[in-house]
């Protein structure tokens, strides 16, 4: 299956970046792949928001 310059894209973006290092300290056994992959630009920046906030949320918690 060939990669979509719109999935490179996200890929190499800042948000990406983000959103990979939120995942993998908080919620490493979720596959954000696949679950990004069926969304828009507009649904994953939002996506993106959402797990922005559980980071503070979960830093609150940890006391970090």
Known sequence: MAISEAS???WSSKEWKTL???QNRWYPH????TIT???N???FI???DRYV???EDNA????N
């Not at 609150?60 to 006391?63: H, L, P, W």
């Open 8 to 10: 490179k894209n996200r």
């Open 20 to 22: 990979t290092t939120i």
């Open 30 to 33: 979720t596959d954000i792949m």
């Open 37 to 39: 992959g069926f969304m």
């Open 41 to 43: 630009h507009d649904q």
């Open 46 to 48: 939002k996506h993106v």
């Open 53 to 55: 906030a559980y980071a």
């Open 60 to 63: 609150r918690i940890e006391g």
